[in-house]
C-alpha cells in the first residue's frame, strides 16, 4: 500500500481489504454454524431412524449380520445423490468403522444375502403377528459360500421352530 502512488488509492485498497476481511470473517461463522447445525441434524436423524425403523428392517439387518458371518452390521435406507431411495449394506472395515456400500457395489453372494435377509425379516414379521405361512425355498444359497450357508441354514432352522419350511435343492453337500 505504500508502494502505491495517491494516498487515495491507498485509503480505498485498505477499504476493500478491510470489508473483504470482514466479509471472510461473517461467511466463516455463518458456514461454521451452518456446519455444525447439520452435523446437530444428521445425527437427530440417525438417532430418529434408529429408534422408529420399521420392525422389518430390524429383523433384516440382524438376519443380514448373520448371514454375512458378521462382515456387515446391518442395512440402511438411504437416498442416493439423485435422491433415489436405496438400500446400502453396513460393512464393517478393519479400522473399526462402517462403510455404506450399494447393493449394486455388492459380490453376487452378498446381494443374494441381502434379498434373503429382507424375506427372512418379512417372514418373521408374519410370524410374530400369528400368521403361519409355509416356506418353500428353491436353491436360493447357489452363490453363497460354505460360511454364508451355513448361517442361511441356521436362519431356515430357526423358521422351522415356527412354521414348516421346505428347502429344494440339487447340491449334495447342501444335504
Known sequence: LERIDGGDRAAELQQDIELLATKVEQESQTYARLRIASLILKRAIEHYRSEHESPVLKIACQAFEQLTCGRYSGLRPEHDE????????????????????????????????????????????????????????????????????????????????RTQVILFTHHRHLV
Open 82 to 161: 439423485n435422491g433415489r431411495a436405496m438400500l446400502f449394506g453396513l460393512e464393517r472395515l478393519q479400522s473399526g468403522e462402517e462403510r455404506l456400500v450399494p447393493v449394486e457395489g455388492m459380490s453376487t453372494g452378498t446381494a443374494d444375502a441381502v434379498y434373503l435377509a429382507m424375506r427372512i425379516a418379512s417372514l418373521e414379521h408374519q410370524l410374530a403377528c400369528g400368521h403361519s405361512v409355509p416356506v418353500v425355498i428353491d436353491d436360493c444359497l447357489i452363490q453363497l459360500d460354505d460360511e454364508r450357508c451355513i448361517a442361511a441354514l441356521k436362519q431356515f432352522s430357526q423358521l422351522a421352530e
